[in-house]
């Protein structure tokens, strides 16, 4: 990874430096871990393994930190309300008359 690295984080979309992406490293702002496939260039659902990297071990929990030498911090990791949480409380105040 290179020194310059810099991304968001895959839970609330704060900037974060490449000194955020070490494996136990956690986001300044929501505490959620940032060494996880979530936070990667190569995440991608749907893809065997969701990575695009043919060759990366596989990971169970992609929010998880994981040893992975292939991660690379995404800029776009974020997906503003595509949080299940979010999701779920949405559809529950959907259908809560």
Same mark, same amino acid.
């Given at each position: 990874?290179?020194?310059n690295?810099?991304?968001?984080?895959?839970?609330?979309?704060?900037?974060?430096?490449?000194?955020?992406?070490?494996?136990?490293?956690?986001?300044?702002a929501?505490?959620?871990?940032?060494?996880?496939?979530?936070?990667?260039?190569?995440?991608?659902?749907?893809?065997?393994? $969701?990575?695009? +990297? !043919?060759? &990366?071990?596989?990971? @169970?929990?992609?929010r998880? *930190?994981?040893?992975? $030498?292939?991660? +690379? !911090?995404? &800029?776009?990791?974020? @997906?503003?309300?595509?949080? *299940?949480?979010?999701?779920r409380?949405?559809?529950?105040?959907?259908?809560?008359?």
């Open positions: 990874m290179s020194p690295a810099s991304g968001v984080c895959w839970s609330c979309g704060a900037e974060l430096g490449a000194s955020d992406y070490v494996r136990e490293g956690e986001c300044p929501c505490r959620k871990q940032t060494h996880v496939c979530a936070n990667c260039r190569f995440y991608e659902v749907g893809r065997p393994n $969701d990575c695009q +990297e !043919p060759i &990366a071990e596989p990971v @169970t929990d992609k998880r *930190a994981n040893f992975c $030498d292939y991660f +690379e !911090p995404s &800029a776009d990791a974020h @997906t503003p309300g595509g949080d *299940a949480d979010t999701l409380s949405a559809a529950d105040d959907l259908f809560n008359i």
